[in-house]
């Protein structure tokens, strides 16, 4: 509706009422405006009727929602079910164009400014949570692992000698399998036990890189969010040896975005030393459906080497995703999502070691991880050689996702390369542990049937009545009870203070 459709409308409806329609619809055109103008999140979220007439109005800026369009290619937008075509806000084209994912499409005018303003958003975003300094970014339709291969790719061509990555040991296998499917060799650099935490070994990264050749060595591949007793790498450290060497760094930051710590060494890295790019997981840091990642860097020609990298177009779905959830939040909702993370770490942490000591374990001192905690099973594994993994067994079947418990010993062989001690990030830990993470969106309520359920299962394993079977599954009964009870004593709680 425009200036001269309200004054027609005038003619069917009283003049006052369609002028107070118009000032209605003015004050939605002007957030658009805002947004448009400054390429930024806005403060406060936008409501759903907003953010729908936003998305209808780039819809009706592509060519296959144009009235009357005669589409004689083999690519026009089409889409035979409706249900499908609703699905997407009909913006049907996707992003980039075949040599360049951030490319402006010509039949896409709508799609190619959702994608300019979802990498403007989300690099506003990145700034606000801590990596002051990132001049670039782009959301690119692949998990992580194969976002960290787009860069590995794209300095090839910088090093055409290099065959080697160096890679501080992180037992998660896409990370790794990222570097095996870029044609690369890893160079796995085990880490250091100081106490209960495991970290960076820069003496041997150091030696490493001596031994082999800056030349011969593509990038040190660094991690900063991970599970614990493993912490993030020394990136700072890791950023100057890779300044001194002219050694590109690549981060993989995968859900570091909710974390100010892990923000932090970004900034500091990228200002004492070396980072060339760094990549995080939409669905882990923006509560998004799993299949999108943001590279970001701190050099626009760099970031945009990698983008023109990435082969042909690409889905618009974790573009649009990310744009409708930060427009929803705006920048006080997402600050108050970390803010609730950073409480929730803390009453996890507080409660798991209490639950600990009263089994006669401990939570293991990682006071450099800002996510994952670690509490030891040591004297289950002392029990019983198979109850550390009955206990995972008994979790998952009473709806406990995410934990995840670490037996000694375990060897696994990734792309051909066996890892002893696997999932727990060096040969041979001290114990058997238990690993929680307090990742951005988790309540309360969901620490506290947590720790109710493990605290159960822990009993129950102590009793020896579950050796050699899985506990049943609890019917919806009791597992409704369990919620309950918990949300009654939340409020509780809350009314008492």
């Not at 409501?47 to 007439?53: A, K, M, R, V």
């Not at 009357?68 to 290619?73: A, F």
């Not at 000694?408 to 727990?424: D, R």
Request: proline content about 3%.
């Amino acid at each position: 509706m425009n200036a001269e459709n309200f004054e027609a409308g005038e003619r069917l409806v009283s003049a006052a009422y369609v002028r107070q329609g118009a000032q209605g619809r003015r004050a939605h055109e002007l957030r658009l405006r805002t947004l448009l103008e400054q390429g930024k999140c806005p403060e406060d979220g936008w409501d759903e009727s907003t953010i729908e007439l936003f998305l209808h109005e780039l819809a009706i800026m592509d060519s296959n929602n144009f009235l009357g369009n005669c589409g004689v290619g083999e690519r026009e937008g089409r889409v035979a079910s409706g249900l499908v075509a609703r699905r997407h806000y009909r913006l049907i084209h996707g992003i980039g164009r075949s040599g360049d994912i951030s490319a402006v499409q010509p039949k896409a005018a709508g799609s190619s400014l959702l994608n300019k303003l979802t990498n403007s958003i989300v690099l506003d975003i990145i700034r606000l949570a801590g990596v002051r300094a990132a001049s670039s970014c782009f959301v690119v339709p692949m998990a992580t692992g194969m976002s960290l291969t787009l860069c590995f790719l794209t300095l090839r061509h910088k090093r055409p000698k290099a065959k080697y990555i160096v890679w501080p040991r992180i037992d998660q296998k896409s990370c790794f399998k990222s570097m095996i499917t870029a044609g690369f060799e890893p160079v796995v650099i085990e880490n250091v036990l100081e106490g209960d935490e495991l970290r960076t070994d820069l003496v041997a990264v150091e030696t490493k890189i001596q031994e082999l050749g800056a030349d011969n060595i593509l990038c040190v591949h660094s991690t900063t969010s991970c599970f614990a007793p493993r912490v993030p790498d020394r990136l700072e450290e890791l950023a100057e040896i890779c300044t001194k060497h002219d050694i590109p760094h690549i981060v993989n930051n995968a859900y570091g975005v909710q974390s100010s710590k892990c923000m932090h060494l970004i900034q500091q890295g990228a200002r004492r030393g070396r980072i060339d790019a760094f990549v995080q997981s939409l669905d882990k840091n923006f509560m998004v459906p799993v299949g999108g990642a943001v590279i970001a860097g701190f050099s626009d020609a760099f970031v945009q080497e990698i983008s023109k990298m990435y082969p042909g177009r690409a889905s618009a779905s974790p573009s649009l995703d990310v744009l409708i959830t930060l427009l929803s939040l705006g920048t006080k909702g997402y600050q108050r999502l970390l803010k609730e993370r950073k409480e929730m770490f803390s009453y996890l942490s507080s409660e798991l070691k209490n639950l600990a000591e009263a089994h006669d374990e401990r939570l293991l001192e990682t006071p450099h991880n800002p996510i994952s905690l670690a509490m030891s099973l040591k004297k289950l594994d002392e029990q019983s050689s198979t109850a550390v993994t009955q206990l995972g067994s008994m979790l998952f079947t009473r709806q406990v996702s995410g934990a995840r418990v670490v037996p000694l010993g375990s060897l696994q062989t990734v792309s051909g390369y066996t890892f002893k001690g696997f999932m727990s990030h060096t040969d041979s830990y001290h114990c058997a542990y238990l690993n929680a993470a307090s990742a951005i969106g988790m309540s309360k309520q969901d620490v506290d049937v947590f720790l109710k359920r493990l605290d159960k299962c822990l009993k129950t394993l102590a009793k020896g009545k579950n050796h050699g079977k899985d506990m049943p599954v609890p019917n919806e009964e009791e597992i409704v009870s369990e919620m309950e009870k918990c949300n009654t004593n939340a409020a509780e709680g809350n009314a008492k203070s």
